[in-house]
């Protein structure tokens, strides 16, 4: 168990410190289960009555919640981001592997740099290059002449196809399979003939990838994942999809082949994206939308239909489907009004 004086806590976050900075500090926890040596924090005044029956040793806050604060504090500015970095100085996460496990297949051909830990029962093959410090879990297949970049952690069960570059301080979560063929196939009557995948897959450098998350290789170009994308478990990005810095794609999420997204986006759970279009920086698509054209620009979009009682959504739906046939109506109808109507 990890413990700190609240005053060094206070130091370490650039917090003002409001009470005892000797108090022993050993996790984070939320407003209604923290206990004493525990502490939280306030993001949103609207939860601000809940301090009263807080029994956290210190909470986190803004100077405007402090009045209704009976515990120690730390004053800040932004407490979800502060909560965020006092979530890493807490961590205790276990590390994916220790040392090099005398069960991890490597080939004499690969390039290792200094303090790596590779998990029992790895394969690394050969020609692949791991930076310094990287840490891979148990169960992981590096393919030949991948490259991972310093710092990047892998747990259980990732597999990395040969030739995709992943960059610096990644993270990426059991079951993620990078660098798998993409859809390709052409059609000689009827039957399905396979297109080679002959490019890769590049990924930046500080990204963060869920957990059973697949991410194709391009078919000939490469499919590029900038620097700063967090991406969410189980989506599916296919051959030559682009994703700019620091764009976040929530769990769920299909991307067709060859979509372009912008920079700073946000994609909601489970939508579903078209390919062969752009989307622009800036761009919030909200959850289980489907996207079947361009964005051109910033903004909120939205598809789909809020959830409704049975009886309600089989009207809406019945309503949807004859929607062409009303519209034929109005417009008959506008037409005979129009021509009752004598011209001024």
């Known amino acids: 168990m990890l413990s700190i004086r609240l005053a060094d806590l206070a130091q370490q976050l650039n917090a003002k410190l409001h009470g005892d900075g000797d108090l022993i500090i050993t996790g984070v926890a939320s407003?209604?289960?923290?206990?004493q040596c525990q502490i939280t924090f306030l993001s949103n005044s609207r939860y601000q009555k809940k301090l009263e029956s807080c029994q956290a040793s210190a909470v986190v806050l803004t100077q405007e919640d402090l009045p209704h604060c009976r515990s120690a504090a730390l004053v800040v500015k932004n407490p979800y981001l502060t909560y965020a970095y006092m979530a890493q100085l807490m961590d205790t996460?276990?590390?994916?592997?220790?040392?090099?496990?005398?069960?991890?297949?490597?080939?004499?051909?690969?390039?290792?740099?200094?303090?790596?830990?590779i998990g029992a029962h790895t394969v690394i093959e050969q020609s692949a290059v791991i930076g310094d410090n990287v840490v891979i879990g148990p169960g992981c297949f590096i393919g030949k002449c991948a490259r991972i970049g310093a710092g990047t952690r892998m747990w259980a069960n990732v597999t990395i196809y040969h030739a995709v570059e992943i960059g610096k301080h990644c993270l990426i979560q059991s079951g993620t399979v990078i660098g798998s063929d993409g859809f390709g196939y052409a059609n000689e009557h009827g039957n399905w003939i396979k297109i080679p995948q002959l490019g890769t897959v590049i990924i930046g450098?500080?990204?963060?990838?869920?957990?059973?998350?697949?991410?194709?290789?391009?078919?000939?170009?490469?499919?590029?994942?900038?620097?700063?994308?967090?991406?969410?478990?189980?989506?599916?990005?296919?051959?030559?999809v682009v994703i700019g810095e620091n764009t976040a794609i929530a769990g769920g999420v299909i991307?067709?082949?060859?979509?372009?997204?912008?920079?700073?986006?946000?994609?909601?759970?489970?939508?579903?994206?078209?390919?062969?279009?752009?989307?622009?920086?800036?761009?919030?698509?909200?959850?289980?939308?489907?996207?079947?054209?361009?964005i051109t620009e910033p903004g909120v979009y939205t598809s789909g239909i809020p959830?409704?009682?049975?009886?309600?959504?089989?009207?809406?739906?019945?309503?949807?489907?004859?929607?062409?046939?009303?519209?034929k109506r109005l417009k008959t109808l506008e037409r005979k009004i129009g021509k009752m109507i004598p011209d001024k």
């Not at 592997?97 to 830990?117: D, E, T, Y």
């Not at 082949?257 to 062969?276: D, M």
């Not at 800036?282 to 361009?294: E, F």
Request: proline letters at 5%; one cysteine or more; a positive charge.
């Open 255 to 294: 991307m067709a082949g060859s979509l372009k997204i912008g920079r700073y986006c946000k994609i909601g759970g489970a939508s579903v994206l078209n390919g062969h279009m752009a989307i622009a920086d800036r761009v919030v698509v909200t959850g289980m939308s489907m996207v079947m054209r361009p």
């Open 205 to 240: 450098d500080h990204v963060e990838i869920g957990a059973c998350t697949t991410i194709d290789r391009g078919a000939l170009d490469n499919t590029l994942i900038q620097n700063g994308v967090i991406i969410d478990n189980q989506c599916q990005i296919a051959h030559n």
């Open 31 to 35: 407003m209604h289960s923290a206990q």
């Open 93 to 117: 996460t276990p590390v994916p592997a220790q040392n090099i496990s005398p069960s991890a297949v490597i080939s004499p051909m690969v390039k290792l740099g200094k303090h790596v830990a």
């Open 307 to 327: 959830s409704q009682p049975n009886k309600v959504w089989r009207k809406t739906a019945a309503l949807v489907m004859n929607i062409n046939k009303i519209n």
